[in-house]
């Protein structure tokens, strides 16, 4: 094996990896979400078009089937406290690798608020009342706290006073802690509700050991994403450096490192796939695709120098790492996108950071008419706007 790989050729292997090739597209969602472990789903509209993105066929009411009528996936609290789908069999694996992050920060963020713990218990106690038979709106939830109970805080953070009231901060706490989830919420939902966990999930003991989770999530995240650098992973983990040098340390075994043109750093990448990354010869051609926000190639590596130029970053990424909706060319994002909806239309507009030649433009057509198609329907016509920088 070459001793530096030139990026072009991660670029390309890390969309066959991303599912987003033409013969690497997912079957049915069970093995997309499986292989990916949790897509991002704080806006659920987002785990919508990255399934769609990477399944040879999709549709919302699939999606919404699989979700929240067969129980084999569920919709968490996990890394840096945004939610997540996630296949049944990692609800263990999950909850306990993202146990001490998602506790620590419920800790100090109640600390900080200076909310006691006979107050939370008394709030959270009416809250899971509330919800004790049906969904509830936040709002509903809210009107189940006596008057009494009820108070506004202030604090001074920084330079800003912000304010905040304890019904929301114990709210936030039992999502981050699993005992309440989001409810069942579909692509036009206009009201988030919200749940206990047993109402869309037989609610299993979670014991495993949060160092062995934490491993095996490491592990797993290596497996579909790899070839990744120490920053992606503790970016993706939510873990520090120095826990994930200490966990890299205990996994040479199953891991091996690499080196990638132009970068000073190490790449790592599973024992077992060595020879396949060495030898596999990817054909790309011209492959367009519109991203959906927070897709999982964008957000799940926290160097994304590969895919995007430094003058354009900030204008895909947030200072948080989050990603808005992107228009990638062969792994590469050259633009960003949104769409309206209205009752009768879907105007796309879709902004360029270059110029294209006229073939590959007649690509990106082709897959900005997919992508208005899949989000607007066969009852609505897309009008398409595209402008160059």
Same mark, same amino acid.
């Given at each position: 094996?070459?001793?530096? %790989?030139?990026?072009?050729?991660?670029?390309?292997?890390?969309?066959?990896?991303?599912?987003?090739?033409?013969?690497?597209?997912? %079957?049915?969602?069970?093995?997309?979400?499986?292989?990916?472990?949790?897509?991002?789903?704080?806006?659920?509209?987002?785990?919508?078009?990255?399934?769609?993105?990477?399944?040879? #066929?999709?549709?919302?009411?699939?999606?919404?089937?699989?979700?929240?009528?067969?129980?084999?996936? +569920?919709?968490?609290? +996990?890394?840096?406290?945004?939610?997540?789908?996630?296949?049944?069999?990692?609800? /263990?694996?999950?909850?306990?690798?993202?146990?001490?992050?998602?506790?620590?920060?419920?800790?100090?963020?109640?600390?900080?608020?200076?909310?006691?713990?006979?107050?939370?218990?008394?709030?959270?106690?009416? *809250?899971?009342?509330?919800?004790?038979?049906?969904?509830?709106?936040? &709002?509903?939830?809210?009107?189940?706290?006596?008057?009494?109970?009820?108070?506004?805080?202030?604090?001074?953070?920084?330079?800003?006073?912000?304010? =905040?009231?304890?019904?929301?901060?114990?709210?936030?706490?039992?999502?981050?802690?699993?005992?309440?989830?989001?409810?069942? /919420?579909?692509?036009?939902?206009?009201?988030?509700?919200?749940?206990?966990?047993?109402?869309?999930?037989?609610?299993?003991?979670?014991?495993?050991?949060?160092?062995?989770?934490?491993?095996?999530? %490491?592990?797993?995240?290596?497996?579909?994403?790899?070839? %990744?650098?120490? /920053?992606? *992973?503790?970016?993706?983990?939510?873990?520090?450096?120095?826990?994930?040098?200490?966990?890299?340390?205990?996994?040479?075994?199953?891991?091996?490192?690499?080196? *990638?043109?132009?970068?000073?750093? /190490?790449?790592?990448?599973?024992?077992?796939?060595?020879?396949?990354?060495?030898?596999?010869?990817?054909? =790309?051609?011209?492959?367009?695709?519109?991203?959906?926000?927070?897709?999982?190639?964008?957000?799940?590596?926290?160097?994304?120098?590969?895919?995007?130029?430094?003058?354009? #970053? !900030?204008?895909?990424?947030?200072?948080?790492?989050?990603? !808005?909706?992107?228009?990638?060319? !062969?792994?590469?994002?050259?633009?960003?996108?949104?769409?309206?909806?209205?009752? &009768?239309?879907?105007?796309?507009?879709?902004?360029?950071?270059?110029? *294209?030649?006229?073939?590959?433009?007649?690509?990106?057509?082709?897959?900005?008419?997919?992508?208005?198609?899949?989000?607007?329907?066969?009852?609505?016509?897309? !009008?398409?706007?595209?402008?160059?920088?």
């Amino acid at each position: 094996m070459p001793a530096s %790989v030139p990026q072009e050729y991660l670029r390309i292997y890390r969309l066959w990896k991303s599912l987003l090739l033409p013969e690497r597209k997912g %079957v049915n969602v069970h093995d997309v979400l499986r292989h990916f472990i949790a897509i991002n789903a704080s806006n659920i509209g987002d785990a919508y078009i990255a399934l769609y993105n990477r399944l040879r #066929y999709f549709t919302k009411y699939m999606f919404e089937e699989y979700l929240y009528k067969s129980g084999n996936a +569920g919709r968490f609290s +996990g890394m840096r406290r945004e939610f997540y789908i996630v296949p049944r069999e990692f609800f /263990e694996l999950f909850f306990s690798a993202t146990f001490r992050q998602r506790e620590f920060k419920i800790k100090e963020n109640l600390k900080l608020w200076k909310i006691p713990e006979s107050e939370y218990t008394n709030t959270a106690r009416q *809250i899971l009342k509330a919800m004790a038979h049906s969904e509830k709106t936040q &709002s509903q939830l809210e009107k189940a706290i006596a008057p009494q109970d009820k108070r506004t805080i202030k604090i001074n953070y920084g330079k800003r006073q912000i304010t =905040s009231t304890n019904f929301e901060l114990v709210l936030n706490a039992l999502l981050d802690r699993w005992q309440i989830i989001p409810g069942a /919420e579909t692509w036009h939902t206009q009201k988030k509700r919200y749940c206990l966990f047993d109402r869309l999930h037989s609610h299993p003991r979670f014991s495993m050991d949060y160092d062995a989770a934490e491993s095996e999530l %490491v592990l797993y995240y290596i497996k579909n994403y790899g070839p %990744v650098q120490e /920053e992606d *992973i503790a970016w993706w983990c939510d873990l520090t450096i120095s826990s994930v040098q200490r966990i890299l340390a205990s996994l040479t075994d199953d891991i091996r490192s690499i080196g *990638i043109a132009n970068s000073k750093n /190490e790449y790592y990448i599973l024992q077992t796939e060595i020879s396949e990354f060495a030898s596999k010869k990817i054909k =790309s051609g011209e492959i367009c695709h519109l991203l959906g926000r927070n897709d999982p190639l964008l957000t799940g590596y926290r160097l994304t120098d590969v895919h995007i130029n430094q003058e354009y #970053y !900030n204008t895909i990424f947030s200072r948080f790492g989050e990603s !808005n909706p992107a228009v990638m060319i !062969n792994g590469k994002i050259v633009g960003n996108w949104n769409f309206k909806d209205s009752i &009768s239309s879907i105007n796309l507009t879709v902004n360029l950071f270059q110029k *294209i030649n006229s073939g590959t433009e007649d690509k990106l057509c082709m897959a900005i008419e997919r992508i208005g198609g899949f989000i607007g329907g066969e009852d609505k016509t897309s !009008n398409v706007e595209i402008i160059y920088r």
